[in-house]
């Protein structure tokens, strides 16, 4: 119990690491750019993802094996391609039909998918 407590806890905190790179993205592609916002939110996931891949992999579940990783690098991709779209998606929900304003909207759309993205990252990474 206390190894998944521990886990959960490396999670989250690499999960803000992806987070934090994800909105420093996003807010400077936006403002600073001036990319429209859901381009700007593509290219925030990109750079969370490719992070997160490999704190996931190394800290979080610990997962020193780089035997099995071409395979845990399709899976990942297969399933951030989903978190992409599902993201996507959402932003455009939030943004354009509910009309919250976009940092707040992703701040919705990383708490739901996060949820579901420790769920499906420890069994790609699962002992």
Known sequence: MKNKLLEIVRFCISGVIGVV???ITLY?????IGL???ISS???CLVSYIVGFFIQKFWTFR???T???KGQIIIYLVISALFFIANTGLMYFFVDLLHVQYIV???IVTIILSIISYLT???IFAH
């Open 42 to 44: 593509m290219a925030a």
């Open 28 to 32: 400077t592609l936006t403002e600073w």
């Open 36 to 38: 429209w916002y859901l």
């Open 121 to 123: 990252s420890e069994k």
């Open 63 to 65: 997962d020193k094996n």
């Open 21 to 23: 790179l994800g909105y």
């Open 105 to 107: 909207a992703q701040a």
């Open 67 to 69: 035997a099995k990783m």
